[in-house]
């Protein structure tokens, strides 16, 4: 069974520090990422990082937020300083990958079910 599963959300106060955490299982994982969404907008690019570690950063991000993995333990972290109040929205693990089951070949892009982080005084 394909699985992504986020931790690591709450309230923070501004300024402050999170580290989520995307562990996956059940399948092949090949580049992964993070992205965030708010109520009436739509979902956004945070950070996403190759199998390889090749890392790309959407612009909020940039110079505060730092994506990394382990392929050992099929985990992602995003770890994130300096929150502001605009950061907060829910945050949700996206990882390409495929899988076997008995002959079948699936491939296809997944989706964890989110964790919220509110950054706010």
């Known amino acids: 069974q394909v699985q992504l599963v986020e931790s690591g959300g709450g309230l923070v106060l501004p300024g402050g520090s999170l580290r989520l955490s995307c562990a996956a299982s059940?399948?092949?994982?090949?580049?992964m990422g993070w992205y965030r969404q708010v109520p009436g907008k739509q979902r956004e690019l945070v950070a996403d990082?190759?199998?390889?570690?090749?890392?790309h950063y959407g612009s909020s991000a940039k110079g505060r937020f730092t994506i990394s993995r382990d392929n050992a333990k099929n985990t992602m972290y995003l770890q994130m300083n300096s929150l502001r109040p605009e950061d907060t929205a829910d945050y949700y693990c996206?990882?390409?990958?495929?899988?076997?089951?008995?002959?079948?070949?699936?491939?296809?892009?997944?989706w964890g079910q989110g964790t919220q982080v509110t950054v706010s005084s």
């Open positions: 996206n990882a390409g990958g495929a899988y076997w089951r008995g002959s079948t070949y699936s491939a296809g892009d997944y």
């Open positions: 059940g399948f092949t994982i090949y580049a």
């Open positions: 990082i190759s199998s390889g570690g090749s890392t």
